[in-house]
């Protein structure tokens, strides 16, 4: 979807709003249950249209709430 969004920056900025270490986040973990909150996404949806991911959607990242998923949505690569 997006060419300047690494699997790098996708867990940095989860990671940075949640305020936890990006090493942390397990790929398969849900990141609803820990803190992330539909404002927290549309944060992250925003910055990541901002970064190139223009279709990007807040029903594309809430349906599956996981790193790994997100990953693969944005990249194309699997966390």
């Known amino acids: 979807m997006s060419q300047t969004l690494s699997p ?10 949640l305020g936890c270490d990006p090493d942390g986040i397990a ?15 549309m944060v992250l949806v925003e910055r990541w249209r901002a970064a190139g991911a223009t279709t990007l959607e807040f ?9 790994a998923h997100w990953t693969a949505l944005l990249t194309g690569v699997k966390a």
């Open 27 to 41: 790929p398969d973990e849900n990141l609803v249950d820990l803190g992330l909150d539909s404002v927290r996404i």
């Open 8 to 17: 790098e920056r996708i867990r940095a900025d989860i990671a940075e709003l």
């Open 59 to 67: 029903p594309d990242l809430f349906e599956l709430p996981e790193l």
